[in-house]
């Protein structure tokens, strides 16, 4: 299992913007499925956003329309970008990465199923 890192958490009011990022060295550009994950405590870990190549970008119904995926990808390395607005209480919760080189099934995979995975980064949203 790879480590990866998240980047950008932080506390914000109702209705604001965060942006999160995540990075993975190496190489990447053949296929990949890469995602977003939360979780509230005593509660599992949430499938935010996913996205395969080849594939789509698939968003949780709770953060569609609201959250943002986009990816950069180089020869060295694959960036994870999560632009999260109008933010809610709700989603308050730790945010985590993930990525993986075999992109089949990308949307209906689970924390367990990605080789590489971040250690979280704390979001709060206050009313």
């Known amino acids: 299992q790879g480590q990866l890192a998240e980047s950008g958490g932080g506390s914000v009011q109702a209705g604001g913007s965060l942006r999160l990022s995540c990075e993975a060295s190496?190489?990447?550009?053949?296929?990949?499925?890469v995602a977003w994950f939360r979780q509230v405590p005593g509660q599992g870990r949430e499938g935010v956003a996913f996205a395969g190549s080849p594939g789509r970008t698939i968003y949780a119904d709770s953060v569609k329309g609201r959250f943002t995926f986009s990816i950069t990808i180089s020869q060295a390395k694959i960036i994870l970008s999560l632009k999260m607005d109008s933010l809610k209480p709700e989603d308050t919760a730790m945010y985590y990465c993930?990525?993986?080189?075999?992109?089949?099934?990308?949307?209906?995979?689970?924390?367990?199923?990605?080789?590489?995975r971040g250690q979280g980064t704390q979001i709060t949203v206050s009313s």
């Open positions: 190496g190489y990447w550009m053949r296929a990949y499925c």
């Open positions: 993930a990525a993986d080189r075999r992109h089949s099934g990308c949307g209906n995979r689970g924390w367990d199923d990605f080789d590489y």
